[in-house]
């Protein structure tokens, strides 16, 4: 299994699938993040900010603007140790946000708004895998999916 991180796409596969109807909501993007031990602004400002600390500044904004695209920050956590399998290098932080639809996330990611804080995303990371999924069916029949999302879909 080749892995390989990125900050923006790449593949012109992955951008034309991403503007496809996608499956039925709500989807949850996983986003494996690495950061850069320094940002570097691509408009070649002066920085102290460590790669961590500008993607903090783009994860406060996007926190601000998803429910204006009705999605929710749901889980930031930190990675620590790999307890199963192999990679060169861990993840440093993996984080969970909720879209309606994937059309919702690719409508806030074209949003001048969430375009103005990336440049934030693109000096801290150093590259992300980022993995949509849908809850199994058996979750979006449970109490919890209920609870958390106010309806089964």
Do not use: C
């Not at 989807?27 to 500008?54: P, S, V």
């Amino acid at each position: 299994m080749e892995v390989v991180n990125e900050v923006l796409p790449t593949d012109p596969r992955q951008l034309q699938a991403l503007m496809e109807k996608g499956p039925a909501g709500p989807i949850f993007m996983i986003n494996l993040l690495k950061f850069k031990d320094r940002a570097e602004y691509e408009d070649g400002r002066e920085t102290t900010l460590t790669g961590r600390e500008a993607y903090m500044l783009y994860a406060a904004a996007v926190r601000d603007i998803l429910p204006k695209f009705g999605g929710r920050a749901l889980f930031v956590a930190d990675v620590t140790h790999l307890s199963l399998g192999r990679v060169e290098e861990l993840w440093d932080e993996v984080a969970i946000a909720m879209y309606p639809q994937r059309a919702d996330m690719v409508r806030m990611s074209m949003s001048e708004e969430w375009r103005a804080a990336a440049v934030h995303r693109t000096a801290g990371l150093k590259g992300q895998l980022n993995i949509e999924t849908v809850a199994a069916a058996e979750m979006r029949d449970s109490p919890l999916f209920a609870a958390l999302f106010g309806r089964s879909p």
